[in-house]
């Protein structure tokens, strides 16, 4: 009876002080990502990303012998979607951590309910400095940041290229005010102002008139705050015109579908980037880049690795370090401490990573490269503000 009592007690305690989502066999954790909806091809393709890297460590004997499972809820896009899968991962599915979240608005919405209720959020497919300036305990970012790219960007303009009359067409929300915000912190660096700031409607399809105020002040260089289509719509607009001018746009653009969108108009565009490209001059980056398709192609025979399927792969891949890094007896507040040891971690995709202590911007470099022939041709190294 004794010995039943004794089994009893510590059954319970270990109950009582297991970590909520963590098992003797496996982890699981969430995510929230689009697969469905318009935005459905990025969402589906980071959920591919994420989920071949979880299915390769779990091939390999998983994390200290636990599996990761991943729940991916559909919030197409959605905030208020987000707001009610997020709470149902949490609340109902008792996730340990909610991995590789997609889009500014919906990750924005569930930040303080996350951090409310301890729940670490690794990886925000978002580029809102908001998530993590101020640094919050339990948020960790990963991609870089639009007041970081922004100020990064007049820096390329500036010292690299020499410009003298920068403009700067924004769409008129949040990302694009804050892309401009960050080029004009940099440029009173230097005692410049933009020659030229257009904001403009995304949903529009005729750029024509406000190309007209471009022509009018003839630029030598354009930062183009904006996504897919609609910076596509303004090129081609601009290089209609005439307007013969050096344009960068953000890192957000950097898919082979921006090339195959803008055709020829595509050329001789730089855009920004964080994870290295995989060019025969940069054997070390090659070698890990064939390594990640390697990986992605156990799970996706035969298909292509998307920028989106490389953006969910890393949030896979630096999570895992954590978990690693965290130890066998995992606990949330166990993985943030070990989060914050990352000291220019590079991983397979995953490149120079740091956080710590009231530090939550995981990349503070970015490089550039330029569109020739058809292909993403790197300008520059790493760089980074000083």
């Known amino acids: 009876m004794k010995k039943l009592l004794v089994v009893l007690v510590l059954s319970v305690a270990l109950f009582v002080f297991a970590e909520v989502g963590v098992y003797p066999d496996k982890i699981v954790v969430g995510t929230f990502q689009a697969l469905s909806g318009p935005y459905a091809v990025i969402g589906q393709e980071m959920s591919k990303g994420m989920l071949a890297y979880f299915n390769w460590i779990n091939k390999n004997n ?4 636990r599996k990761i499972e991943l729940i991916i809820a559909d919030d197409q896009l959605n905030p208020t979607k987000t707001v009610v899968e997020v709470k149902r991962l949490v609340e109902s599915d008792k996730v340990f951590a909610i991995v590789g979240g997609l889009g500014t608005y919906g990750c924005l919405a569930v930040m303080d309910y996350l951090e409310q209720n301890k729940v670490p959020f690794v990886y925000q497919g978002a580029g809102t400095s908001l998530l993590v300036v101020p640094p919050k305990r339990y948020i960790f970012g990963v991609q870089p940041d639009y007041t970081l790219e922004g100020q990064l960007i007049a820096k390329f ?14 769409m008129a929300n949040d990302v694009g005010k804050e892309g401009l915000a960050a080029v004009k912190m940099r440029l009173e660096k230097y005692g ?98 064939q390594r990640a398709v390697a990986i992605f192609q156990e799970s996706y025979p035969n298909q292509i690795m998307s920028s989106y399927a490389v953006a969910g792969f890393i949030a896979a891949e630096v999570f895992v370090e954590g978990l690693v890094r965290a130890g066998p007896d995992l606990t949330r507040e166990k993985l943030v401490e070990a989060l914050e040891t990352f000291n220019h971690w590079d991983g397979i995709l995953a490149k120079d990573i740091t956080w710590g202590p009231g530090l939550r911007r995981g990349k503070s470099t970015m490089y550039f490269m330029k569109i020739e022939n058809g292909i993403f041709t790197p300008v520059t190294d790493l760089i980074g503000l000083d």
């Open 157 to 170: 303009f500036v010292e690299n290229l020499k410009k003298k009359k920068i403009g700067v067409i924004y």
């Open 62 to 65: 998983g994390v200290y012998g």
């Open 192 to 289: 410049m102002k933009p020659a030229l700031e257009i904001a403009y409607n995304p949903l529009e399809t005729d750029y024509s008139a406000l190309a007209v105020d471009v022509l009018k002040v003839s630029p030598d260089a354009i930062v183009i705050y904006g996504f897919l289509t609609d910076t596509v719509r303004w090129i081609k607009t601009l290089k209609d015109y005439g307007v013969d001018a050096d344009i960068v746009t953000t890192y957000a653009n950097a898919d082979p579908s921006f090339i195959n969108l803008a055709g020829k108009y595509a050329e001789g565009v730089y855009l920004t980037g964080w994870v290295p490209l995989a060019t025969p001059d940069r054997p070390e980056f090659l070698r890990d880049y």
